[in-house]
């Protein structure tokens, strides 16, 4: 009988276990306690530091039938995942419990939601892919909603879940088309069918704008964004981080999986799409944050045009049939990916320091003259919005200058430039927040709240993004790494 060597998926059979176990606590020993906070705690720290540790094995270990792949890169993103869910954890606790809401299910939910992701992350065949994002989007549906009182909460929900489902059916009238047109579930088996040409392109070219529209709903890039402002807006706080977050890597390893491992012989397709997509995510996410006043919203849009820069680094892999750059580009969007991961932490962190019971600090007002109530947290602020801005020595800029360089690589100047013009445009709301930080009087001065733990976590947030713009060599190494082994596979 054959050895199955299944250790790699132990996080997430951890993950399970740990879940039902908090459903358990949560039912028996009632929901006042805050052992479900401290279990949820644990639970995401350890499945991270298992992850971070996998990920340093080179190899790439196929498990259940070759439907879930334990690699560089997959473990690498779950880390991640899985070290944004531990942080927003931290930084909701204070706000949910004041809003009564810091229940086991918000936990049992955040946690479904991560072992989605890392199944989605994980998955090597279209079967895999769409269950993992399922397992996901389900558990935030339900988690946008969790704030029963709130109307906006329970509208936003209702947008998310209905917007949300029209993604999942065109991804997967996608991957049926593919299905049909290859006969396979299997991504390495979808890509030699493709490859040896023996297919109905025309099927294969409808399947890949399905799979691509699917794609851009899931990542919230323009013109299928229209559910992020008001699900970003609507939703409690420490959910509206837990959606921006670490999904966002769940969106990049379905774009390497799906349009990379599966469908590259298509490239020159899904590049001209991904182009379109880029270009409308960077113009309309930039110049419609200019005229917003809810913070929230305001960094909706924020994200639309960041997603646009994921896009820049997808679409400069393939030059002329040619793949010597593929590593570059896609590592570059990879490193891009987990600093912006980094950079939604904290500054959903800072919102969520600043509001308290029955206060919502959910309007550009709210932050006037922070550098005078708390001048270090001031500091923090503007250090993450000229992350965001692109303005150096942060980690935005080197992100924004390494998915540049592939995209000038690739040929496309013209494209650098549109970005380049876009990213000076997204200066200006990035720059007026540090504007009234600094030289406004407040209007709120209120002390402000957060245990010592979220203000520690949060110091350390602000931080890295410092260290890593300085001495981003070894996180970038690290993901062109990552791709190369996983590429290579």
């Not at 959903?348 to 600090?361: D, N, Q």
Request: net charge neutral.
């Amino acid at each position: 009988m054959q050895n199955i060597n299944l250790l790699p998926a132990l996080p997430e059979a951890i993950l399970l276990l740990m879940i039902l176990v908090i459903m358990m606590c949560d039912a028996f020993l009632g929901q006042t306690r805050k052992l479900n906070y401290v279990l949820a705690l644990i639970t995401s720290a350890a499945v991270s530091v298992l992850w971070a540790c996998n990920a340093a094995d080179p190899a790439s270990h196929y498990l259940f039938g070759n439907v879930f792949v334990a690699d560089p890169m997959s473990n690498l993103l779950k880390a991640f995942g899985g070290l944004a869910t531990f942080v927003t954890f931290i930084y909701g606790q204070k706000y949910l419990e004041a809003r009564g809401l810091a229940r086991g299910d918000f936990y049992v939910l955040s946690l479904f939601s991560l072992l989605g992701l890392s199944v989605m992350i994980s998955g090597n065949s279209f079967l895999t892919l769409y269950l993992g994002l399922e397992l996901m989007s389900l558990s935030l549906y339900a988690l946008a909603a969790v704030w029963r009182d709130s109307t906006n909460a329970t509208e936003s929900a209702m947008k998310y879940y209905v917007l949300g489902a029209l993604a999942s059916g065109f991804l997967l009238y996608g991957m049926s088309m593919m299905y049909g047109a290859t006969g396979s579930l299997e991504l390495a088996k979808v890509f030699e069918v493709i490859a040896s040409g023996a297919v109905n392109k025309i099927v294969l070219v409808f399947g890949v704008v399905f799979v691509v529209a699917g794609l851009a709903f899931k990542l919230g890039a323009a013109p299928f964004h229209m559910w992020v402002p008001d699900v970003y807006q609507g939703a409690p706080t420490p959910v509206t981080l837990l959606i921006g977050g670490a999904p966002k890597l769940g969106a990049f390893a379905l774009l390497l999986r799906l349009l990379v491992e599966g469908m590259l012989p298509l490239a020159i397709d899904w590049q001209q799409m991904l182009i379109i997509l880029a270009v409308l995510s960077l113009v309309i996410g930039n110049l419609t944050a200019i005229v917003q006043t809810n913070v929230k919203r305001l960094l909706a849009y924020s994200t639309i045009s960041h997603m646009g820069f994921v896009l820049l680094g997808m679409l400069s892999g393939v030059v002329g049939g040619k793949i010597d750059g593929i590593a570059d580009a896609y590592g570059s969007s990879l490193f891009y990916s987990v600093i912006y991961l980094l950079t939604t932490l904290g500054t959903f962190g800072i919102v969520l320091l600043l509001s308290r019971k029955g206060f919502e600090a959910e309007n550009l007002s709210d932050l006037k003259g922070l550098n005078q109530r708390s001048p270090w947290f001031a500091f923090v602020m503007l250090m993450l919005m000229f992350s965001l801005a692109g303005i150096p020595p942060l980690a935005g800029f080197y992100a924004k200058l390494a998915v540049l360089q592939a995209v000038i690589n690739a040929g496309m100047v013209w494209l650098a430039i549109v970005a380049v013009i876009a990213s000076l445009i997204g200066a200006f709301y990035y720059l007026r927040v540090v504007k009234l930080m600094y030289f406004d009087k407040p209007e709120d001065t209120n002390a402000l709240e957060g245990s010592s733990t979220m203000r520690f976590v949060l110091s350390l947030n602000g931080l890295a993004l410092l260290y890593l713009g300085l001495m981003p060599g070894s996180l970038m190494d690290w993901c062109l790494r990552t791709i190369k082994l996983t590429l290579a596979s």
